[in-house]
C-alpha cells in the first residue's frame, strides 16, 4: 500500500522560507513522477511542482522564478518542496502527490496516490 506523509508546514511571515518533505513507502519515488499541489480556501486544488523519474523539473506558469523548488532523496524515498519569499497569497493545504507513471504533468488527474496535506500560513 502506498502512503505519503507531508510535513514541514506552519506559520511563517511574509517573506520567509519553509521547507516541506514528503516521506513515501509502498513505491519508489525515483520511478514515478512527483508533484506538490496546492489548495487555498475557496480555491481549486493548483499545480506548484513536479519531478520526473529522470530529475526534470515542471513549474507551475504562474509560479514565480526561483520561489519554488523540489527535490529528491532516493535514499530516504523522500521528497522536499523548498518554498522562498512566501506571501500571505500562498497561504494553503500543500498536498504531495505520486504520479501514475514516470512523469511529473500538472495535472491532478494524472496522479493516483496522495498524501494528507501540511498546512502553510503566511502571515502579512
Known amino acids: 500500500q502506498v502512503q505519503l506523509v507531508e510535513s514541514g508546514g506552519g506559520l511563517v511571515q511574509a517573506g520567509g522560507s519553509l521547507r516541506l518533505s514528503c516521506a513515501a513507502s509502498?513505491?519508489?519515488?525515483?520511478?514515478?513522477?512527483m508533484g506538490w499541489f496546492r489548495q487555498a480556501p475557496g480555491k481549486e486544488r493548483e499545480f506548484v511542482v513536479g519531478?520526473?523519474?529522470?530529475?526534470?523539473?515542471?513549474y507551475s506558469l504562474d509560479s514565480r522564478e526561483g520561489q519554488f523548488t523540489i527535490s529528491r532523496d532516493n535514499a530516504k524515498n523522500t521528497v522536499f518542496l523548498q518554498m522562498n519569499r512566501l506571501q500571505p497569497e500562498d497561504t494553503a493545504i500543500y498536498y504531495c502527490?505520486?504520479?501514475?507513471?514516470?512523469?511529473?504533468?500538472?495535472?491532478?488527474?494524472?496522479?493516483?496516490?496522495w498524501g494528507q496535506g501540511t498546512q502553510v500560513t503566511v502571515s502579512s
Open positions: 502527490a505520486m504520479s501514475k507513471d514516470a512523469q511529473a504533468s500538472d495535472s491532478a488527474k494524472d496522479y493516483d496516490y
Open positions: 519531478i520526473n523519474w529522470i530529475g526534470r523539473r515542471t
Open positions: 509502498g513505491r519508489t519515488v525515483s520511478r514515478y513522477g
